[in-house]
């Protein structure tokens, strides 16, 4: 989220995504027109491209990766949002910050009016009326093909994933309310989300950077739990890797 034009990316808080993270399932909840327009920040040497868009607010809630309402003003700018706004490494060509913002110079592309979401009830994933898992777009719904045989699988090995994980708290940081105000939020909540950092997660619990205590210090988990947890983010990851396998090749 972009605040005040005025500050650095260096101060501003962001949520750190894999690519097919940020282009599976945050990306489509804006609308484009294509107007854009680009400049180079000396200050920050990147490319700036400002795309002109408006925020699709009348999706299912399943359809948002978390409940973006569990903090009402974020909700609110979301709704409101006008303008996402790419940083591009120029030595890179890449992609390096995007962020959107209510602030910017046109009105969204398609007048809507706010809604009010229900209240947030603290839990970042849920059970519909229909005993189906939310957010139904985390679960890979849009970013593996309906009838990719590992998706049951999948399911099954975060779902253990997830409570190792809760056994070791990481849940009580890596959080999209960011408890403990990390500047590069890692979320990991979600089976897309969790997917995303399998890699990163996998060495940091290998090489006991992680967890950390409140005070920010490495804190080992005991030994049962760190292999209980390398054995199921290891199960996770090998069936990601195979789940993409059958992908690449439905799509040669
Ligand atoms: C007390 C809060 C806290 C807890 C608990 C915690 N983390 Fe973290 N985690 C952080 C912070 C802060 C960072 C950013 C660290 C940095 O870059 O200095 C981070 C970074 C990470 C990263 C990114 C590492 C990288 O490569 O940059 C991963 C992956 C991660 N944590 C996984 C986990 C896992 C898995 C657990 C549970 C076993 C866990 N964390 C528990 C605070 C926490």
Redesign the pocket.
């Known amino acids: 989220m972009h605040k005040d034009p005025g500050t650095r990316l260096k101060d501003t808080h962001l949520t750190q995504f894999a690519p097919d993270v940020l282009a599976g399932l945050y990306l489509p909840l804006f609308m484009f027109n294509g107007k854009r327009t680009v400049e180079y920040d000396a200050r920050e040497g990147l490319f700036l491209v400002r795309l002109e868009t408006a925020f699709r607010n009348r999706l299912a809630p399943g359809q948002f990766p978390y409940p973006f309402w569990h903090n009402e003003a974020k909700w609110n700018t979301y709704q409101g949002a006008n303008s996402i706004l790419l940083w591009v490494d120029p030595k890179m060509a890449r992609i390096k910050v995007a962020q959107f913002t209510d602030r910017g110079a046109a009105p969204p592309i398609v007048g809507s009016e706010p809604i009010a979401q229900p209240q947030f009830d603290g839990r970042w994933m849920w059970t519909d009326a229909a005993g189906r898992m939310q957010p139904q777009v985390t679960l890979f719904d849009g970013l593996f093909r309906a009838d990719n045989p590992y998706l049951p699988k999948l399911d099954a090995a975060y779902r253990t994933l997830a409570l190792r994980?809760r056994d070791?708290?990481?849940d009580?940081?890596?959080v999209p309310n960011n408890p403990?105000g990390?500047k590069?939020l890692?979320l990991?909540q979600t089976p897309a989300h969790a997917a995303g950092?399998i890699q990163?997660?996998m060495?940091?619990?290998r090489d006991d950077t992680?967890?950390?205590?409140?005070t920010?210090i490495e804190q080992p988990?005991d030994v049962d739990l760190k292999s209980a947890?390398l054995e199921s983010g290891g199960a996770f990851e090998a069936l990601l890797g195979a789940a993409k396998d059958w992908e690449a090749k439905r799509t040669q």
Do not use: N
């Open positions: 994980m070791a708290q990481c009580s940081c890596h403990d990390m590069r890692v990991l950092e990163r997660l060495k940091a619990v992680m967890p950390r205590d409140e920010g988990l947890l």
